[in-house]
C-alpha cells in the first residue's frame, strides 16, 4: 500500500497494491495497520455509498462540523472521479486551497481528506460510484458547504463546456468569503 502525502497537509493519496491473476485482482483496501504505519489512526464508523449516473455530475463541496466533523477516506467503486480536498481551517497556511486527485476503478486510489478540509468530486465518466469511510456519523445539524465554483478556491474541475449536474443544495452553497469556519489549523 503506497501512502503519498499531497501539498496540503494532513491529505494523502493511497495506493493499495492489486494481485492479479486469471481471475481478475485482488486487493486489500482498506487495512488500518497500514496507515497507523503513516501516522494516521483515525477510526472509522460509517461507510458511504453513491452513484451518480452522468459525467460530470458534481457533489460538493461538503463538511461536518465539530463535534460531529469527519475525516473521509475516499475511493471509487466503478467509473472515474476528480476528488478535491479545500483546506478550510483558520490560520493554516494553505487556508482556501485545494488539491484533487484521479480516483477510478482502474487506478484503485484512494484519497484521505480528514476534518477541516471540504470534500467534493465531479464524475469523470457515467454511472460512477463513490464509496468512502466517515471517522463520525451523518449529523444533519453540522452540515456545511462551500459552493464547487468559489471565485477565492478556484477548482480546475476539468470539465471543459460541459455544465455540471448538482443537487438544489450545492447550486445554492455560500462562497468562501461568506464561510465562518468552525475548523481551526492546529500544526498538524
Ligand atoms: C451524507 C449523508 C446523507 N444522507 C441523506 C441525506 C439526504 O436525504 C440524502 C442525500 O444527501 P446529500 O445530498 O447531502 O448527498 P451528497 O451530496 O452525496 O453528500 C455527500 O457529498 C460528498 C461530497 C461528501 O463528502 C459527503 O460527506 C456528503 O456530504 O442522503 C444520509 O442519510 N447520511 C449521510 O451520511
Same mark, same amino acid.
Given at each position: ?95 482556501? $486551497? ?11 486510489? $484512494? ?28 449529523? $444533519? ?48
Amino acid at each position: 500500500m503506497k501512502i503519498e502525502q499531497t501539498p496540503l497537509s494532513g491529505v494523502f493519496v493511497i495506493t493499495p497494491a492489486r494481485f492479479g491473476d486469471h481471475r481478475g485482482f485482488f486487493s486489500e483496501s482498506y487495512s488500518s495497520k497500514a496507515l497507523v504505519e503513516h501516522g494516521i489512526s483515525t477510526q472509522f464508523v460509517q461507510d458511504n455509498h453513491s452513484l451518480s449516473m452522468t459525467q460530470g455530475t458534481i457533489r460538493g463541496l461538503h463538511f461536518q462540523a465539530p463535534p460531529h466533523a469527519q475525516d473521509k477516506l475516499v475511493r471509487c467503486g466503478r467509473g472515474a472521479l476528480f476528488d478535491v480536498a479545500v483546506d478550510i481551517r483558520n490560520g493554516s497556511p494553505t487556508y482556501g $486551497q485545494w488539491y484533487g486527485a484521479e480516483l477510478s476503478f482502474e487506478n484503485g486510489k $484512494q484519497m484521505l481528506v480528514p476534518a477541516g478540509f471540504a470534500h467534493g468530486f465531479v464524475t469523470r465518466a457515467p454511472e460512477t460510484e463513490i464509496i468512502y469511510k466517515c471517522s463520525d456519523y451523518y449529523a $444533519q445539524e453540522t452540515e456545511g458547504a462551500v459552493a464547487w465554483d468559489d471565485p477565492q478556491v478556484e477548482i480546475d474541475w476539468g470539465l471543459g463546456v460541459m455544465t455540471p449536474v448538482l443537487s438544489d443544495k450545492d447550486a445554492n452553497a455560500p462562497s468562501l468569503a461568506d464561510l465562518n469556519s468552525p475548523f481551526t489549523f492546529e500544526g498538524v
